[in-house]
């Protein structure tokens, strides 16, 4: 038969394996950025598209906007968008260079008097947001906003005026933590895995450790989530995992585990998979559009970190 260059028929069965199956879901819920993403990672795709796709979220004051944090409607540059996008670079090997100045400079423009970022800009005012991100008028600079974004900006050796103060920030924050709740330990996480003083980072991870045990922000047994507390304001399941704070071998949250510990926690989110292939938002929904452009990112983290610890998705 000859080629006429037409793809190939869709399979007439539903795919087996979860890797598979996620794969499916992707294309039939994902947006365009997370179907290429999908691709780099697991199907031998390119850089250059993903990076593409990217550019739609991209405002002219070099930070990003549109929704590309699901949770944050409407066009304006936000902290969070930014951090996310900087997550999509870094994943695939382009956070740096111009568009990391161009970051910076956004950066630069909404940090507060001490140098560190916002959860939310006052500029998202009249756009729809989640109702547990509020916005107000004079935000403090936040732990949860600037951590994983400074992190991210070493890890790349990205170099500029405006880290030197939000890295102070970030260790004054991380290393005054007493009471805590999940979401912050992970953005302490994010920025002690990548700070460049790796002595006073271990040392603080290692303390941190203590704190997520002793005030059991870690769900260590999956079998009785009710022996562990949800931090307040999360919904009523969102338990947080050894996984969701290690989410690589490599991250010194790891050593805050042990091995039976962690094998629950990985077994626990590979059982996660949904019918449809997906993997569940655990936070609080509040629209069906941005919890559907959430599942993906979801499947596509959940997918990632059982790779990263070696398990097969197959």
Do not use: K
């Not at 870094?90 to 950066?107: H, I, K, M, N």
């Not at 400074?150 to 260790?171: I, K, M, Q, S, Y």
């Not at 990548?194 to 047994?221: C, K, M, N, S, Y």
């Not at 559009?289 to 998705?313: D, K, N, Y």
């Amino acid at each position: 038969m000859a080629d006429t260059g037409a793809a190939p028929p869709p399979p007439t069965s539903p795919p087996h394996g979860a890797l598979a199956r996620a794969e499916r879901f992707v294309w039939l819920t994902a947006r365009v950025l997370e179907q290429h993403l999908f691709a780099h990672h697991f199907r031998g795709g390119g850089a250059a598209p993903v990076e593409r796709a990217l550019d739609a979220y991209r405002n002219d004051d070099g930070g990003y906007g549109h929704a590309l944090e699901p949770d944050l409607r409407g066009p304006v540059s936000q902290p969070l968008h930014t951090a996310r996008a900087l997550r999509v670079l870094d994943a695939v090997g382009r956070c740096g260079g111009r568009r990391a100045e161009d970051v910076c400079r956004y950066l630069t423009s909404v940090s507060t008097a001490d140098g560190a970022l916002p959860g939310i800009h006052p500029s998202q005012r009249g756009y729809p947001a989640a109702p547990f991100v509020p916005v107000v008028d004079d935000p403090p600079g936040e732990l949860l906003a600037t951590g994983p974004v400074v992190g991210l900006l070493h890890r790349n050796e990205v170099w500029h005026p405006w880290l030197f103060r939000a890295t102070d920030f970030c260790w004054q924050a991380a290393e005054s933590l007493e009471r805590s709740h999940p979401y912050e330990i992970e953005a302490a996480v994010a920025f002690l895995d990548h700070a460049p003083d790796r002595a006073r980072a271990e040392a603080a991870a290692e303390r941190l450790g203590r704190l997520v045990r002793e005030q059991r922000l870690a769900a260590l047994d999956p079998d009785d989530l009710d022996a562990y507390p949800v931090a307040a304001g999360y919904a009523p399941d969102e338990h947080h995992f050894p996984h969701d704070y290690a989410r690589t071998p490599g991250s010194l949250a790891r050593a805050w585990f042990t091995d039976e510990e962690m094998a629950r926690s990985l077994d626990f989110l590979s059982a996660e998979q949904r019918e449809d292939g997906g993997w569940p938002v655990r936070w609080r929904q509040w629209a069906a559009g941005p919890s559907l452009e959430a599942r993906s990112l979801v499947t596509i983290e959940a997918l990632r970190t059982l790779v990263a610890h070696g398990r097969a998705v197959d």
